[in-house]
T-cell receptor
Framework: AQSVTQLDSQVPVFEEAPVELRCNYSSSVSVYLFWYVQYPNQGLQLLLKYLSGSTLVKGINGFEAEFNKSQTSFHLRKPSVHISDTAEYFCAVSSSGGSYIPTFGRGTSLIVHP | DAGVIQSPRHEVTEMGQEVTLRCKPISGHDYLFWYRQTMMRGLELLIYFNNNVPIDDSGMPEDRFSAKMPNASFSTLKIQPSEPRDSAVYFC?????????????FGDGTRLSIL
């Protein structure tokens, strides 16, 4: 069985400040990891994904995430946020064995203040 | 390049009425998923199809919910009779083949309000 924990339900931050959204997962097999972003009144869209190889993954809109196998984490970071980054962010995990179905976290609401 | 298309975008109806939500997946995608999103429960997987065949419907909350996929380009989620607690945003998503490293592509959702 696999699970995802997003440690913060809400993260407020000022514009141009750095931000980190935390994600921890559990799985007994190798994993694929994803971050999705959901803007108001829209569906989820892929921000970035880790499949294999380099543990530092770069995505769209200046976001990046680092896969840490020993800590079973996949935290999302951005060095300088914009007002337009205000959205809900979801971490998801898919295991290489077992069911195809990815498991989503509960989401973290990023609120960027001017 | 069209994404996943859902209709209607908004639906308001009275309890007891039948509600039908529609989804057109991305052409060529083999998997189709229906999710429900609420503040209380987050994103819940209701059912998913592979090549038009329902694979797992364990997330469907009650017998009032049913889903069909008559062909590769169309799926419906039906609620009959509807209840106020069914109010939520319902998402359809599709993905390619049975490779677990493929991301899902989501539609913009149907915001359902049952009065």
């Amino acid at each position: 069985a696999q699970s995802v924990t997003q440690l913060d339900s809400q993260v407020p931050v000022f514009e141009e400040a750095p931000v980190e959204l935390r994600c921890n997962y559990s799985s007994s097999v190798s994993v694929y990891l994803f971050w999705y972003v959901q803007y108001p009144n829209q569906g989820l869209q892929l921000l970035l994904k880790y499949l294999s190889g380099s543990t530092l993954v770069k995505g769209i809109n200046g976001f990046e995430a680092e896969f840490n196998k020993s800590q079973t984490s996949f935290h999302l970071r951005k060095p300088s946020v914009h007002i337009s980054d205000t959205a809900e962010y979801f971490c998801a995990v898919s295991s290489s064995g077992g069911s195809y179905i990815p498991t989503f976290g509960r989401g973290t609401s990023l609120i960027v203040h001017p | 390049d069209a994404g996943v298309i859902q209709s209607p975008r908004h639906e308001v109806t009275e309890m007891g009425q039948e509600v039908t939500l529609r989804c057109k997946p991305i052409s060529g995608h083999d998997y189709l998923f229906w999710y429900r999103q609420t503040m209380m429960r987050g994103l819940e997987l209701l059912i998913y199809f592979n090549n038009n065949v329902p694979i797992d419907d364990s997330g469907m909350p009650e017998d009032r919910f049913s889903a069909k996929m008559p062909n590769a380009s169309f799926s419906t989620l039906k609620i009959q009779p509807s209840e106020p607690r069914d109010s939520a945003v319902y998402f359809c998503a599709s993905s390619l083949a049975d490779r677990k490293n493929q991301p899902q592509h989501f539609g913009d959702g149907t915001r359902l309000s049952i009065l």
